[in-house]
C-alpha cells in the first residue's frame, strides 16, 4: 500500500497526510485470475485501485469481445460511465491475472469529499485525466494506422505485449490478429537492418 500511496501523491500533488485520508476508505481485496470485477448489466458503484495484477475492460457484441481498455498496477479502474451516471454497465472488467485491488464505494468517496476540498479537487483532475486519456485514444484510432498504434501501445506500455494474447491486443487495437503478428515481423524486420 505504500507505493500506491507515493503513486496517489505523485499523480495528484498531494501530500503524505492527505493521500493517507484519501486511501482510508479503501478495502483490500484479492481476485483470481479471470475473476469478474464489475459484470456487464450491474450498476458501478465502485472505484479499484489496482496494486498487483492486470485487468480487462471488454463489451459483448453477439459473442465476440471488444476489448476497450486495460488496469494496470498502480492505476485506477471502474466503469466510469455507470459510475456517474448509475446505469447498467455495458462492460464486464475481470481479471487477466491474480489482482490485489483497493475499492472504494461511491459513497465513501462522496462522504470523504464532502469532509476534504482537496478530494474534490482529486475528482476533478481524475475526471480530466480520464477526459484526455479517451480523447487520444479516438483520436488514435480514428488517425493513425495500425502500426502507429501498436508501436504507441508499446512505448506506453511495454509489458503489455508479453502479459497477453495476441487476439486481445488485436482486439484492443481494432485490428485482425494476423495484422499484428504482420507489424511484429515488420518492425523486427526493420531492427534486424538497422
Known sequence: MEKLKQQIQILFAISSEEAEIFLSEFKRKELQKNEVFIAEGE???VVGLIEKGLMVCVYNK???E????????NGFITNYYSFLTQSPSQKEIRTLEPCIVHTITRQSLEKLGNQYPFIE???RMMNEKLFLRAHDRIQSLLLESAQERYEKMLAQRPDLAQR???YMLASYLHVKPETISRIRRKI???TLLT
Not at 66 to 72: L, M, R
Open 43 to 45: 450498476i458501478c458503484h
Open 188 to 190: 523486427s524486420k526493420h
Open 121 to 123: 479537487r482529486m475528482s
Open 66 to 73: 471488444i476489448i476497450d481498455e486495460f488496469g494496470f498496477e
Open 62 to 64: 453477439d459473442g465476440e
Open 164 to 166: 497477453i494474447p495476441q
